[in-house]
């Protein structure tokens, strides 16, 4: 049976998620078969690809910049080199590949720092944000162990930060350190663009009104915004500004949607002395990362310094990269792949015949089976035993749950629903002043934290975030449409979401009087080939992330588990599983879209 016309086919392979938006996080995998020959490194996919989700796809921006310092600095035939916001991000990456590499020459792996020139900085421009950026230059051959460290901690620069720097690069402005005889001031500079693609919310109509759910095409991405808003550079101050309004918005003590700078003083504002129903927990309480998996990673590095070295515990089956650092970043992880009770009982016998862990990470819920663990129970063992629990609650989200009381550390990938809009990237990890461990946690963040978000990327997430709280609702109700239609058809195996899982229970304990479900659910079907017949029919954007404004399906597990189907399938994550990020768009749009992908399904 053909595809109709007006679906995707495969020439939109590789555009931007959103349409012409430069620093995109998703990209378009409109087909099954585009998934897989992505997965199968096959050019007709990659030599398409304009951007990918930025931890497993290194932007163009970020290649030309590299390439440009190595032919400066480096050997063009044997070197590359990974792009490292700092001194320290770049540090612990030479270490990694020293570590895992352990027979190269260590002299073969070195850094570079590059700051402002001194010379080019007056008065003029001194309070405006300036260049800086770290590298890591290694032999080629290490170039998979670079590419792990990029992907699993998310220590890399962003490519609003490499376009801006190649730019002061190109122009001497940028420049090795050891070059100059003076450090200059550790300040940063954003380049001058800034504009948000438009989006047909109300109808999800495609030019042609064939009802598809998708972006419009709009300006660029690195078009006007700063440029025209404020000045042809971006301003220190503004960025500060930027910052702070999105720690208060995640501390729940800002809900304004107003500019800058009146928002942090909004009225509707003033007087909150208790922020997500936690006595004692404030803004500063919050601590901000370039992405997610940064959060993480520094989650888990913050808890080994101040706790001690020994495993930790990875409860539910995670996304990826949470379980990657576990095992890589330390000694170890035990991995309870189910998430069950019984996983908790075997845990629990662990402990009580005196094995120490380190912690306990899990996700509320998880990614992508919606599974819901039981924070009670966690909590009460964490208590006893003396660890850690770290809880990422991405895709609950704080406006749904309330998870805070039981964690000890939350993460979250701001990327995805607090942003929306999936032209940027953020993460934070928030602190439990109650937690046992607070004050000596406290210690170290302010002695080791590094803020090394791009200025600018601040001044994106604050924008995309003001209407946060009026999109969780819609995107709340929109997702309960979509599972109650999957579950009704035969064909779908089985419907994953909190609401309909055997651990709605859990999830229920922690949801907020007024909290929905999410905006994330999956399903698997009976067979392959009728998961490849209603993806390709399935008229939304189809690529990597999640949390968007828009509607985002992926065949998550073949791109996320492709090398490891089978292990993955152990886990009740079958390779027939079609995970989806519910969107904004209008309801009965979305209903007639999911109806028309099932009823492709030939009847058998």
């Given at each position: 049976?053909?595809?109709?016309?007006?679906l995707p086919f495969n020439e939109t392979v590789g555009d931007t998620i959103p349409p012409n938006t430069p620093h995109?996080?998703?990209?378009?995998?409109?087909?099954?078969?585009?998934?897989?020959?992505?997965?199968?490194?096959?050019?007709?996919?990659?030599?398409?690809?304009?951007?990918?989700?930025?931890?497993?796809?290194?932007?163009?921006?970020?290649?030309?910049?590299?390439?440009?310092?190595?032919?400066?600095?480096?050997?063009?035939?044997?070197?590359?080199?990974?792009?490292?916001?700092?001194?320290?991000?770049?540090?612990?990456?030479?270490?990694?590949?020293?570590?895992?590499?352990?027979?190269?020459?260590?002299?073969?792996?070195?850094?570079?720092?590059?700051?402002?020139?001194?010379?080019?900085?007056?008065?003029?421009?001194?309070?405006?944000?300036?260049?800086?950026?770290?590298?890591?230059?290694?032999?080629?051959?290490?170039?998979?162990?670079?590419?792990?460290?990029?992907?699993?901690?998310?220590?890399?620069?962003?490519?609003?930060?490499?376009?801006?720097?190649?730019?002061?690069?190109?122009?001497?402005?940028?420049?090795?350190?050891?070059?100059?005889?003076?450090?200059?001031?550790?300040?940063?500079?954003?380049?001058?663009?800034?504009?948000?693609?438009?989006?047909?919310?109300?109808n999800g109509l495609n030019g042609n009104g064939e009802g598809k759910i998708t972006n419009s095409v709009g300006p660029?991405?690195?078009?006007?915004?700063?440029?025209?808003?404020?000045?042809?550079?971006?301003?220190?101050?503004?960025?500060?500004?930027?910052?702070?309004?999105?720690?208060?918005?995640?501390?729940?003590?800002?809900?304004?949607?107003?500019?800058?700078?009146?928002?942090?003083?909004?009225?509707?504002?003033?007087?909150?002395?208790?922020?997500?129903?936690?006595?004692?927990?404030?803004?500063?309480?919050?601590?901000?990362?370039?992405?997610?998996?940064?959060?993480?990673?520094?989650?888990?590095?913050?808890?080994?310094?101040?706790?001690?070295?020994?495993?930790?515990?990875?409860?539910?089956?995670?996304?990826?990269?949470?379980?990657?650092?576990?095992?890589?970043?330390?000694?170890?992880?035990?991995?309870?792949?189910?998430?069950?009770?019984?996983?908790?009982?075997?845990?629990?016998?662990?402990?009580?015949?005196?094995?120490?862990?380190?912690?306990?990470?899990?996700?509320?819920?998880?990614?992508?089976?919606?599974?819901?663990?039981?924070?009670?129970?966690?909590?009460?063992?964490?208590?006893?035993?003396?660890?850690?629990?770290?809880?990422?609650?991405?895709?609950?989200?704080?406006?749904?749950?309330?998870?805070?009381?039981?964690?000890?550390?939350?993460?979250?990938?701001?990327?995805?629903?607090?942003?929306?809009?999936?032209?940027?990237?953020?993460?934070?990890?928030?602190?439990?002043?109650?937690?046992?461990?607070?004050?000596?946690?406290?210690?170290?963040?302010?002695?080791?934290?590094?803020?090394?978000?791009?200025?600018?990327?601040?001044?994106?997430?604050?924008?995309?975030?003001?209407?946060?709280?009026?999109?969780?609702?819609?995107?709340?109700?929109?997702?309960?449409?979509?599972?109650?239609?999957?579950?009704?058809?035969?064909?779908?195996?089985?419907?994953?979401?909190?609401?309909?899982?055997?651990?709605?229970?859990?999830?229920?304990?922690?949801?907020?009087?007024?909290?929905?479900?999410?905006?994330?659910?999956?399903?698997?079907?009976?067979?392959?080939?009728?998961?490849?017949?209603?993806?390709?029919?399935?008229?939304?954007?189809?690529?990597?992330?999640?949390?968007?404004?828009?509607?985002?399906?992926?065949?998550?597990?073949?791109?996320?588990?492709?090398?490891?189907?089978?292990?993955?399938?152990?886990?009740?994550?079958?390779?027939?599983?079609?995970?989806?990020?519910?969107?904004?768009?209008?309801?009965?749009?979305?209903?007639?879209?999911?109806?028309?992908?099932?009823?492709?399904?030939?009847?058998?």
């Open positions: 049976m053909g595809l109709p016309a007006g995109a996080v998703s990209v378009s995998l409109p087909t099954w078969q585009s998934n897989v020959a992505y997965e199968e490194g096959e050019e007709w996919v990659l030599d398409k690809m304009q951007c990918g989700y930025p931890r497993f796809f290194i932007h163009k921006s970020i290649e030309k910049l590299a390439t440009s310092i190595v032919k400066r600095h480096g050997n063009t035939e044997s070197d590359k080199a990974m792009l490292l916001p700092s001194p320290r991000c770049a540090d612990r990456c030479l270490e990694f590949l020293r570590t895992q590499n352990p027979t190269v020459d260590p002299s073969c792996i070195r850094h570079l720092d590059f700051v402002p020139h001194s010379d080019k900085i007056d008065n003029e421009s001194s309070n405006l944000v300036q260049p800086r950026v770290s590298a890591a230059l290694y032999p080629r051959e290490l170039w998979p162990t670079a590419k792990a460290f990029w992907q699993h901690t998310g220590e890399g620069i962003s490519s609003r930060r490499a376009e801006f720097c190649q730019h002061a690069f190109d122009e001497g402005r940028l420049v090795e350190a050891h070059s100059i005889r003076d450090s200059p001031p550790r300040v940063t500079k954003g380049p001058r663009r800034y504009q948000r693609a438009s989006i047909d919310l109300k660029p991405d690195s078009a006007q915004f700063v440029e025209e808003r404020y000045g042809r550079n971006l301003d220190v101050g503004l960025a500060t500004q930027a910052k702070l309004a999105v720690r208060k918005r995640i501390a729940g003590s800002l809900t304004s949607a107003a500019e800058l700078p009146d928002s942090l003083d909004h009225t509707d504002d003033l007087g909150r002395t208790r922020s997500r129903d936690v006595p004692g927990f404030s803004t500063d309480d919050v601590y901000l990362y370039p992405m997610g998996m940064n959060a993480i990673f520094h989650a888990h590095e913050t808890l080994k310094a101040t706790l001690r070295e020994a495993e930790s515990v990875m409860y539910g089956f995670p996304y990826v990269d949470t379980l990657k650092v576990l095992q890589k970043f330390g000694p170890g992880a035990i991995f309870y792949g189910h998430g069950s009770s019984a996983d908790l009982d075997d845990l629990e016998s662990r402990l009580e015949k005196g094995e120490k862990i380190l912690s306990l990470f899990c996700e509320f819920p998880g990614n992508p089976l919606l599974q819901t663990p039981d924070m009670k129970r966690i909590r009460t063992l964490a208590d006893k035993h003396d660890f850690a629990v770290v809880v990422d609650e991405t895709i609950g989200n704080f406006l749904n749950v309330h998870v805070l009381p039981y964690a000890d550390v939350l993460v979250s990938s701001l990327t995805k629903i607090f942003s929306g809009d999936c032209n940027v990237m953020g993460g934070c990890m928030i602190l439990n002043p109650h937690s046992r461990y607070y004050s000596n946690l406290k210690s170290h963040l302010e002695a080791e934290y590094e803020d090394t978000m791009f200025e600018e990327d601040s001044v994106y997430l604050e924008r995309n975030s003001r209407d946060f709280i009026d999109r969780i609702q819609r995107v709340n109700q929109n997702a309960e449409v979509i599972a109650d239609i999957l579950r009704a058809h035969p064909r779908v195996k089985q419907v994953n979401y909190p609401k309909y899982s055997e651990s709605k229970h859990f999830y229920d304990v922690c949801r907020l009087p007024d909290g929905g479900y999410g905006g994330l659910l999956s399903a698997t079907f009976h067979n392959i080939e009728d998961a490849q017949i209603f993806y390709d029919h399935l008229n939304t954007q189809k690529g990597p992330s999640l949390g968007t404004n828009f509607t985002l399906s992926s065949p998550f597990v073949l791109l996320a588990h492709y090398s490891e189907l089978e292990w993955a399938a152990q886990y009740g994550c079958e390779e027939s599983l079609v995970r989806f990020s519910v969107g904004l768009e209008d309801a009965e749009k979305l209903k007639e879209v999911f109806e028309f992908a099932l009823t492709a399904m030939p009847n058998k």
